[in-house]
């Protein structure tokens, strides 16, 4: 079948971007479907003279009783299946962890949570093993949900970018998504010709939570009533923006380097001469790049609190109090940022 070649192809491209000195990869495996078609084409797509060794990665939130310990079971039944066609070396790394208590304690959103713990685990695994790339297996499908999530909650130019299909987790560590371009019709059929079992979450069809309905209402409507396409049509728009973003992110660091001055003590300066001289939405990206470097709180910030940063820069306000207790204000030919305790 056509969707056998091409998920294995889609693997082989993968592993042929990596670096010649890769030691494996960390996948990640949840027992469902997307993560087990990854799994089945990378092994399918590895080389043969010198396979290159695979960690399967499991992380048990013991949120679902004994369906989480059902998934658990099944990627380790998956792995001694791969360990007995005898591909290559094929390692198995789970652990288990009471994720609904950890969100308790820290009053915490629970699936964000899940997310970073997840991808904070998956790096450990990594660091154990000597590894320097992490595989998920996001698909066509889970990037059209998120570009048309973000499209409903208000986005700009970032936001539209969807999943990148590859990011760094932290440094010297690479996060892949070999099946992006792989739609959920293509998983399952390249599964059902494996006959290769895989488990079904249900929670995924709570249409408690928006993704859910966006995934079993609005994207199925918007394919029978508007455009059968609308999948690659989302996807294209990410690919896109992801483009046009990369530009105008180096272009953003370009003015950073040129308008950062030496600290005043605990603020940090900038002159106002080259910010003024750049486009607004440079400025804006400027700033968030300078959030992300400062390790300051992002949550909160908003399009509407970057461009109030960008109205200090532009004359039209002295100074803004922003989320995380940060104060941005205008001095003469600079602009200085820093804890509004000290300002």
Partial sequence: ??????????????????????????VAVSGGADSVALVRALDA???SRSPLPLVLAHLNHGLRGTDSDVDEESVVHLHADLSSFGRGPVF???????IAAEARSERANLEALARRERYRWL????????????????????????????LLRGTGLRGLRGIAARRELEPGLTLVRPMLEATRTEILAYLSNLNQSYREDATNRDLRYTRNR????????????????????????????????RDAE???????????????????????????????????????????REKWPLGAMD??????????????????????????????RVVQVGSANEA
């Fill in 214 to 245: 966006l995934r079993h209402e609005l994207l199925p409507l918007l394919a029978e009533r508007y455009n059968p396409a609308i999948v690659g049509v989302l996807n294209s728009l990410s690919e896109q923006a992801e483009a046009i973003y």
């Fill in 123 to 150: 790096a450990e695994v990594a660091r154990q093993h000597g590894m320097a790339i992490v595989a998920t297996g996001h698909t066509a499908n889970d990037r059209a949900e998120t570009v048309l999530h973000r």
């Fill in 1 to 26: 079948m056509p969707e056998v070649a091409r998920l294995v192809t889609l693997a082989r491209r993968c592993l042929r971007s990596l670096p010649e000195r890769s030691t494996g990869i960390v």
């Fill in 303 to 332: 399009y509407a609190a970057w461009d109030r940063v960008a109205a200090v820069v532009f004359g039209e306000q002295n100074a803004v109090d922003l989320p995380g207790r940060l104060r941005v204000r205008s001095l003469d």
């Fill in 92 to 98: 198995l790394s789970r652990t288990r962890r009471d």
């Fill in 45 to 47: 797509a590895r080389c």
């Fill in 250 to 292: 180096a272009a953003a660091q370009t003015l950073l380097t040129e308008a950062e001055l030496p600290r005043a003590g605990a603020f940090l300066v900038f002159q106002r001469s080259p910010l003024r001289s750049a486009a607004r939405h440079q400025v804006r990206e400027m700033f968030r790049l300078l959030w992300l």
